[in-house]
């Protein structure tokens, strides 16, 4: 319809997902997570780790979330575009997230998939930004929460209007305080300051430990 508002939700893996606009028509739905749980409706679906970020992350079996083959398996047989970092042969809806057009607009503040996916509704002009499923209570997603401060100010002061879940963590300032990262969440997997790899270093950590005692134990 010409002149309707254009909304989009965005929808992670959290408890409120179960509270997103799923059947109403109005709302397109932007979805991400590599939990198990079933979305009724994806309109577009969000995969911004490099491969191998991601096959090591989800290496090890985790209650709720899919497998590396389960979750590319998943990703290969949808039907609705699949956003990357790169295109991939095994995903045939694959596209390629604007990382330097969003990058330009915004600057290095990206710290998670969601600020990636509030940037493009900006980008792209959206009337309205619903945010559910996204969990930004726990400690280790404190790191996330401002830069999803400072799109979703950029997107009020745009006029865009904002739908929060309630009882939501999430302050938006009157004003968009710049906020940077040393490293791009995804993006910079490699860096040092990759937060989010800490489990997937540990756990490497471990697997060289027990290579190199096994060796010793294999040269008595």
């Known amino acids: 319809m010409d002149g309707a508002e254009r909304k989009v939700a965005i929808v992670g893996g959290g408890p409120s997902r179960r509270k997103a606009p799923f059947d109403d028509p109005s709302w397109e739905i932007w979805a991400f997570s590599s939990r198990k749980w079933r979305?009724?409706?994806?309109?577009?679906?969000?995969?911004?780790?490099?491969?191998?970020?991601?096959?090591?992350?989800?290496?090890t079996?985790?209650?709720?979330?899919?497998?590396?083959?389960?979750?590319?398996?998943?990703?290969?047989?949808?039907?609705?575009?699949?956003?990357?970092?790169?295109?991939?042969?095994?995903?045939?809806?694959g596209v390629r997230y604007p990382i330097e057009e969003?990058?330009?607009?915004?600057?290095?503040?990206?710290?998670?998939?969601?600020?990636y996916l509030v940037a493009l509704a900006?980008?792209?002009?959206?009337?309205?930004?619903?945010?559910?499923?996204?969990?930004?209570?726990?400690?280790?997603?404190?790191?996330q929460r401002p830069a999803l401060k400072y799109l979703l100010s950029i997107a009020k002061n745009q006029g865009i209007r904002v739908?929060?879940?309630?009882?939501?963590?999430?302050?938006?300032?009157?004003?968009?305080?710049?906020?940077?990262t040393r490293a791009l969440y995804a993006y910079d997997w490699r860096s040092k300051h990759a937060w989010w790899r800490e489990r997937v270093r540990r756990r490497l950590r471990r697997l060289r430990r027990l290579k190199r005692l096994r060796r010793r134990r294999a040269r008595r």
């Open 61 to 93: 079996y985790r209650p709720g979330r899919r497998s590396w083959r389960g979750y590319m398996r998943m990703l290969r047989r949808m039907e609705c575009p699949v956003y990357l970092q790169e295109l991939h042969p095994d995903i045939p809806n």
């Open 163 to 180: 739908v929060l879940p309630r009882q939501s963590p999430l302050y938006i300032p009157k004003t968009p305080r710049l906020v940077r």
């Open 122 to 143: 900006i980008l792209e002009g959206y009337d309205c930004i619903g945010l559910w499923g996204i969990d930004v209570r726990r400690k280790e997603y404190l790191k």
């Open 102 to 115: 969003a990058l330009e607009r915004f600057g290095r503040c990206f710290t998670s998939t969601a600020s």
């Open 39 to 59: 979305y009724p409706r994806v309109d577009r679906w969000f995969e911004l780790h490099h491969m191998t970020d991601l096959r090591q992350q989800l290496a």
